[in-house]
């Protein structure tokens, strides 16, 4: 099975604090995804990778920036956290051409 | 960003019943998949679609990539209440991208 693990579950930080989201999968996969889930929203992408050190802007990158040094490991940082980013965060994985396999989520709560 | 049209936005059912939802697209997808997402958990992937035409069961669900490749459909058969939760499914538009385009999802509630 394949696992994508969230370092963690429930996150609050102050207003201005630099923010790291940690995701790491175990499958080997080329493409990891960062997400955000709002109500009446959706799912919205924020950034993607296709290999280490490669990243492409999603639907709405403002406000985030991203880090893939290794293959299994994508980090979402968000530069200075306004209230605007508290959100549920969701990170994905998949292999080319397959399905994405999704990570439980960090539930981020920004004061 | 884009998303794909997702019917019914809601669903009430006694357990037993069978439930069908659909989504709809203006273009041809490669990719069908549907998630399910349970409250505060991540979706997790229940069936993906490769080719149009493809029909394929997990278990008690099972799932169509329409052949006209823009449209997909999903049936719960025997409704059980752990089928509660939220179901998404969501595309591939081409062959050329790995980012998925999602629908805006059915909830799904049993009562027993």
């Known amino acids: 099975d394949v696992k994508v693990t969230q370092s963690s579950r429930y996150l609050v930080k102050r207003t201005g604090e630099k923010v790291f989201l940690e995701c790491v999968q175990d499958m080997d996969h080329e493409n990891m995804f960062w997400y955000r889930q709002d109500p009446g929203l959706g799912l919205r992408l924020i950034y993607f990778?296709?290999?280490?050190?490669?990243?492409e802007k999603g639907d709405i990158p403002e406000g985030y920036s991203v880090s893939r040094e290794k293959k299994e490991r994508f980090s979402l940082i968000l530069e200075s956290a306004s209230t605007n980013q508290t959100s549920m965060y969701l990170c994905?994985?998949?292999?080319?051409?397959?399905?994405?396999?999704f990570g439980d989520g960090t539930r981020l709560s920004i004061l | 960003g884009q998303q794909l049209n997702q019917s019914p936005q809601s669903m009430f059912i006694q357990e037993g019943e069978d439930v069908s939802m659909n989504c709809t697209s203006s273009?041809?997808?490669?990719?069908w998949l549907w998630y399910k997402q349970e409250p505060g958990e991540g979706p997790v992937l229940l069936i993906a679609l490769y080719k149009a035409g493809e029909l394929t069961s997990n278990g008690r669900l099972t799932a169509q990539f329409g052949i006209t490749r823009k449209d997909s459909f999903l049936n719960i058969s025997a409704s059980i209440p752990s089928d509660v939760g939220i179901y998404f499914c969501a595309g591939q538009p081409s062959s050329n991208t790995d980012k998925l385009i999602f629908g805006t999802g059915t909830r799904l509630q049993v009562f027993p």
């Open positions: 994905a994985s998949s292999r080319p051409p397959g399905a994405q396999h």
């Open positions: 273009s041809i997808f490669n990719t």
């Open positions: 990778s296709y290999d280490v050190k490669m990243k």
